[in-house]
């Protein structure tokens, strides 16, 4: 009888699906676990080709040691004599700042958290600071109520209207479309708000097209629209809002008719959304990572929060801000050593490339698990630039990717079936166990018995005193009594029992004031201004053809934006898919392009030529590539500088500008 294990996807999606998996003479059979309600038996393509990766060609087995152009095979005694070597000279050369440890989120199990354990032992490394993804948004909410806290998706159904702001869950979020027609069943409204028609708003009720990097200014004019019109919930704000006065006197400067033209929404538009947000109670909005991928990103998270607090959607089931479940990590125990013991130097993600290039003292070893660099962050060409200057590089990963091949020692770990872990992420609020379902192919190790092995090759050893059983258990010490151990776990995926149906419903918030801040000292700390909530009305918005503006932008008119591809996550899986550029049917007109037809796009960075696909959903000012896609080793991150968010010191993407040119006809 074929025996089925409980395991979890690792990948950074809202979805954290819950996995059944068995093993079979064709590979690895993977399936949706019924008992997790999210995943509600069914998984994505991502999934699928997580258990596909396991026996794939492409799949890394054994150590590799650069030989020139090409690449050896060795021992990992081979592979740990060396490493520890390199180790020992860098701290004794430049101490160990010199050695530079980039990580991410390309496996969410916890114990992955070893590796900066490791380097926290080696008394602090190089390191990013902020994030490339949801930084801005996160630390907005951290402003605005003291803590990152959605409500479970299932309270969803009580909405009278969802908001999909900047977010695209057709794509990005499958198992939250049956939670959405379950919630219009019910009679919810749903509205879309994106630059681009995302596939979610072919089953919405309304799409309300927004110039890119605007919503902010939309926020604050529909702020002014709803006080205009007397739909303040004015109990709600008395009790639980601080600064509204000042917020209402920053609103002023935000009429319809300013608003529309910045963000080419009509009036009407506007004035419909707002009515709907005081006709509709309660109103939740789903913001997604797009929305705060520009330099102003906090604050414009901050401008939707303000505008959920004005209309008392907040604490409420059916309403709220849903952005992240940041609960878990104050409720498990940390694997990181206490901060007192080590000391890093970091550096923001949107500037590493620049910041290691200038350095002092220099990096001379650099280590990468969890994430792809080469590809994943700004300023590719000079990240190579940098990159070939460092003395030695290693990679951990499943396969050969594009930072691995630029690198010196490539070393194979497991993939999530071949470990257990657990995976306990910041988008849901479920605590599941990925068991192990069958040995590791070839020599491929599990990251946390990596560096425990290479730990005590240093001397390093009793900062690793578990198996990985034995480490799981440390983390999930302060729920045993809440009846939350391993071996439930087991058993199948629990909702973490401090995770309320509705977030914020005690309105304990978590602030200095215990109150929604609107007003905020951490935000005049942070920016200058303590009423944060936009700063600067974007009169760089292009219109279409150039005309009105100056400088750089009149080169560039159009904004770039580079979403998540439906086929992959990042730049996982998205090996030979191939770019494609994606315009709007007045830009192809524009420049006499048709579909197939080779288009150079250009920034100030550089350029990137790709075959053109035309369609009505596109933006007419913008042009969209996919992020994560591949040719010659470099995407569309070439062609995108490093630039900080307002708040969160997150990775703006969406900030550059570009022009397109045919250069082959199809």
């Known amino acids: ?24 003479q064709q590979g690895l059979r993977v399936y949706g676990d019924r008992e997790n309600p999210i995943t509600r038996g069914f998984i994505c393509a991502k999934g699928r080709a997580l258990a596909e990766r396991v026996f794939s060609r492409d799949r890394l087995r054994f150590p590799q040691l650069r030989a020139g152009t090409s690449w050896k095979r060795i021992s990992w005694e081979e592979a740990y004599k060396l490493l520890a070597g390199e180790i020992r000279r860098t701290v004794e050369e430049t101490g160990p700042w010199g050695i530079f440890h980039h990580f991410d989120y390309g496996h969410n199990g916890v114990l992955r958290a070893l590796d900066r354990r490791f380097f926290q032992a080696l008394g602090g490394v190089t390191e990013p600071r902020g994030s490339m993804c949801w930084g801005a948004g996160y630390r907005a909410q951290e402003i605005d109520f003291g803590a990152v806290r959605s409500s479970l998706w299932q309270d969803l159904v009580r909405a009278g209207l969802i908001i999909l702001w900047g977010r695209d869950p057709a794509v990005t979020s499958i198992h939250l479309q049956p939670l959405l027609r379950a919630a219009r069943r019910q009679g919810a409204k749903l509205i879309v708000i994106n630059p681009v028609r995302v596939r979610s708003a072919d089953f919405a009720d309304a799409y309300f097209r927004v110039n890119p990097g605007t919503d902010g200014a939309l926020a ?47 009036v009407e538009d506007m004035r419909f959304l707002a009515e709907s947000m005081g006709r509709e109670k309660p109103v939740s909005f789903l913001l997604g990572y797009g929305l705060q991928r520009y330099t102003n990103g906090g604050n414009t998270v901050r401008a939707v929060d303000a505008l959920a607090a004005l209309t008392g959607n907040v604490g409420r089931p059916g309403a709220g801000v849903h952005f992240a479940h940041a609960y878990h990590k104050r409720n498990l125990n940390s694997l990181f050593l206490p901060p007192g013991d080590w000391q890093s130097r970091a550096f923001p993600h949107a500037l590493l ?3 290691l290039k200038q350095a002092d003292p220099p990096v001379r070893l650099a280590l990468v698990t969890r994430s792809n660099p080469l590809v994943q962050q700004p300023d590719s060409l000079l990240w190579r630039e940098v990159w070939q200057g460092i003395r030695f590089k290693v990679v951990l990963d499943t396969v050969m990717t594009e930072t691995a091949k630029q ?3 490539v070393l194979p770990v497991t993939t999530v079936f071949e470990e257990e872990d657990l995976i306990a992420t910041s988008w849901s609020p479920f605590l599941q166990y990925a068991g192990k379902v069958l040995e590791p192919q070839g020599e491929a190790k599990a990251e946390p018995l990596l560096f425990t092995e290479l730990a005590q090759r240093l001397g390093l050893g009793r900062y690793f005193p578990f198996s990985a059983a034995k480490w799981l258990e440390y983390v999930l010490e302060p729920l045993a009594q809440q009846g939350v151990t391993l071996g439930r776990l087991k058993e199948g995926p629990l909702r973490a029992p401090y995770i309320p149906e509705v977030a914020w419903g005690d309105y304990l918030f978590a602030t200095p004031s215990g109150k929604i801040e609107l007003f905020s000292e951490l935000a005049r700390k942070e920016s200058g201004d303590p009423m944060a909530n936009f700063t600067g009305e974007r009169p760089d918005v292009p219109g279409g053809d150039g005309s009105g503006l100056e400088g750089e932008t ?6 770039l934006l580079t979403p ?18 994606f315009i709007h049917p007045s830009l192809a007109g524009r420049f006499k392009l048709s579909p197939g037809d080779m288009v150079l796009v250009s920034t100030a960075r550089g350029q990137l030529q790709a075959p053109v696909a035309v369609s009505e959903a596109i933006h007419p000012s913008c042009v969209v590539i996919p992020e994560g896609v591949t040719a010659g080793g470099l995407g569309v991150n070439q062609l995108i500088g490093g630039r900080v968010s307002d708040l969160g010191e997150s990775t703006s993407y969406y900030e550059e500008r570009c022009t397109v040119r045919a250069t082959i006809r199809a």
């Open 353 to 355: 490339a620049q910041s």
């Open 1 to 24: 009888m074929t025996e089925v294990v409980r395991s979890a996807c690792p990948l950074n999606c809202p979805d954290s699906c819950a996995f059944l998996v068995e093993k079979t």
């Open 407 to 409: 690198s010196d020692l």
């Open 554 to 559: 009149r080169e560039f008119p159009f904004y």
């Open 564 to 581: 998540h591809p439906a086929a992959g996550i990042h730049s996982q899986f998205m090996e030979g898919k191939g770019l494609r550029v």
């Open 220 to 266: 604050l004019g529909l702020a002014h629209i709803v006080l205009d019109r007397g739909w303040l919930d004015q109990d709600f704000v008395k009790a639980h809002v601080k600064g509204f006065s000042a917020f209402a006197v920053r609103v002023k400067d935000f009429p319809p008719a300013k608003v529309s033209a910045l963000t080419g929404m009509s």
